[in-house]
């Protein structure tokens, strides 16, 4: 299983970015997904996650009103469309997929993980 971030880089607060996720070496459809994140000294997070089917997702509060989860199964993709960047967004941001079972937004229920990308918001 090998699952690709894209997407990350410099900008200022107020911007936007789109992160994507590409998996291989599973059926995407069968899988529940999510993005994380982690900063310099601290534990690593769920920001936002979204189910199998994509009938079901979950936003982190500080997230809330500002990004926006998706996937398409058809493409084995996930996004992450981040709008009104703030500096306390900044991190590396991770995408992972969770084996079928209870949809959950914790990382300890993940299974697979990607490399990351880093996202920074700064002026």
């Known amino acids: 299983v090998h699952l690709e971030e894209s997407g990350g880089g410099l900008v200022q607060p107020g911007g936007s970015l789109r992160l994507s996720c590409t998996a291989s070496?599973?059926?995407?459809?069968?899988?529940?997904m999510g993005w994380f994140r982690q900063a310099p000294g601290k534990e690593r997070e769920g920001v936002s996650c979204?189910?199998?089917?994509?009938?079901?997702?979950y936003y982190n509060d500080f997230v809330k009103g500002r990004f926006t989860i998706s996937r398409d199964n058809a493409k084995n993709t996930m996004y992450l469309q981040m709008n009104g960047l703030i500096p306390d967004d900044t991190a590396m941001y991770y995408c992972a997929a969770s084996k079928p079972g209870m949809f959950s937004c914790l990382p300890d229920v993940y299974d697979y993980w990607g490399q990351g990308t880093q996202v920074t918001v700064s002026s």
């Open positions: 070496g599973l059926t995407h459809g069968d899988y529940h």
């Open positions: 979204i189910s199998r089917s994509g009938d079901i997702t």
